[in-house]
């Protein structure tokens, strides 16, 4: 599938505006934010998407969730599908949490019932019993963020589409969502991960997709595709010549000269995947005679 986007060279935003200038809103640019993305993920299975800052994640998971219609191919979904994309949007900020916690989760899909009885459990898991009429424009953006993310989860849908939810939260929090996606996993829910952070990656999922500006680089196992992003963010192999450190004065006794890491083939590398063999390396010279060089 792909889905592009019109950037307009210019933006009018009244009607006199574009009386007296026509033709010129009609020149735009296109922004190819999905190109001929193709991938299949099976029921049960927790599938990663990861990628530089642009790359097209986001876009991809809207598609999905039929925020955004695509331009071009074919877009299969089998399954109740709920999205976990900006969290906290559609709350009402001059609403308390009570409030809020009932209209969202009637809005995903659970009845009013249904709300009732889990609002216990949701406010439980948000840690936020001291603040149920506290209105949310008080709220920080993190309490927000735990809010938004424990009405998610009650939801009973078989796929979960998950974008970047732990980039707010303190570490308790994380923690928590972590142990959630272990449940998921172990219930056999269809997670769709959208991530920056590698160790996530292939803590949590079965295959992982990388993606660059919109296209698809790889697909595989998890830890080939964190070294493939590794790669493309900061390069593998370090070019160029070696790299020597200013040389410190002699009455140091020892000095560092230089400092580096290779890996098992003894190949110079800047990066290197999570679990993965490495080797730290220096140059040294003694000025001075050392009866123990490594404590030196």
């Known amino acids: 599938m792909s889905k592009a986007f019109k950037l307009p060279h210019l933006q009018y935003h009244t009607l006199k505006e574009r009386v007296l200038h026509p033709f010129s809103f009609r020149e735009f640019d296109v922004l190819q934010a999905v190109d001929d993305v193709s991938f299949e993920v099976a029921r049960g299975e927790f599938f990663g998407i990861v990628g530089r800052n642009g790359s097209g994640k986001s876009t991809l998971l809207k598609c999905l969730a039929g925020i955004y219609d695509i331009d071009h191919g074919e877009l299969y979904v089998r399954g109740r599908l ?36 889990r609002f216990d459990e949701i406010i439980a898991f948000a840690e936020l019993e001291e603040f149920l009429d506290l209105r949310l424009k ?91 992003y590794n790669e493309i963010n900061f390069g593998q192999v370090l070019p160029g010549p070696e790299r020597v450190l200013p040389a410190r004065s002699a009455e140091q006794p020892v000095e560092i000269l230089d400092a580096w890491f290779e890996d098992p083939g003894g190949l110079r590398i800047a990066a290197v995947a999570l679990d993965q063999p490495c080797c730290a390396c220096m140059r040294v010279r003694f000025n001075q005679p050392q009866d123990d060089p490594i404590s030196a």
């Open 82 to 117: 709920s999205p976990f994309i900006e969290l906290g949007v559609g709350f009402n900020p001059d609403l308390t949490a009570r409030d809020n916690v009932a209209i969202n989760a009637i809005m995903l899909g659970l009845t009013r019932q249904q709300a009732r009885e």
């Open 138 to 228: 008080n709220y920080s953006s993190g309490m927000i963020v735990r809010l938004a993310f424990s009405i998610a989860i009650q939801v009973d849908a078989e796929i979960l589409l998950i974008d970047e939810v732990l980039a707010v939260g303190d570490v308790a929090f994380q923690q928590k969502c972590f142990d959630e996606f272990y449940r998921l996993k172990a219930e056999g829910r269809t997670v769709l991960f959208v991530t920056h952070s590698m160790g996530d990656v292939q803590r949590f999922c079965d295959r992982a997709m990388l993606l660059e500006r919109g296209h698809v680089v790889d697909i595989g196992d998890p830890a080939t595709i964190a070294r493939r």
